[in-house]
């Protein structure tokens, strides 16, 4: 589910080492102060992994494939470029999460089956009618994704977290897509009503799916409301998918759209 994402991480996000429970001074604690060796002994902390793996992992390729096709959209050559080396950044990181996963016992493709058909239909429901709405979907729609991913990231082990906040970098492409929007929308005005509504819907798609997913599947829910990984409980899932929905306000702000 995502692709692309923004530097302008919000104040209250959490990022590489923050927003996780710890000691007084700052310092990690429980699950998150440990390494993978040590943390995967327990038996339900390592399914929830394994689930956080695959999802990501399948959410790579998916994305690596949409890409590819949507530069056949693109209106000039050097934006086929761009999108084709977006594409080759998204493989090489389910490169990364997939042999992370076989480095642990795992096989790759079981990991990431139980989220194919849940990723597949978002990718259905909201394909891109056009140039423009690829790169709102590739800056906002999975953008969204990252956030929460990164939200998770801030309770996981050390290896794992490393591992999940590397293949969510910003690769330099939201730049891009602001750029070419914005670019947009001022040579036509008329083009802002109809990608910010184009926007909402994304928002309510990727929350709508993102909340299944996780349902879904027992481990990656007890992680979320407490049981393996430290700090989160029913209150905190508000407040993080809270923060998502600021985040993301931001993000179309960034483009020039209206939330």
Known sequence: MRTMETSDTPENGPAAGERTEGHADGEPAGIAAQDWARAAADPQYRAAVVDLLGALAYGELAAFERLAEDAKLAPTLEDKAELAKMASAEFHHFQQLRDRLAEVGEQPTAAMEPFAAALDGFHRQTAPSDWLEGLVKAYVGDSIASDFYREVAARLDSD???????????????SFAVEKVRAAIEADPRVGGRLALWARRLMGEALSQAQRVVAERDALSTMLVGGVADGFDLAEVGRMFSRITEAHTKRMAALGLAS
């Open 160 to 174: 794992t977290r490393a591992l999940v906040l590397g293949v969510l970098d910003d690769t330099g492409h939201a």
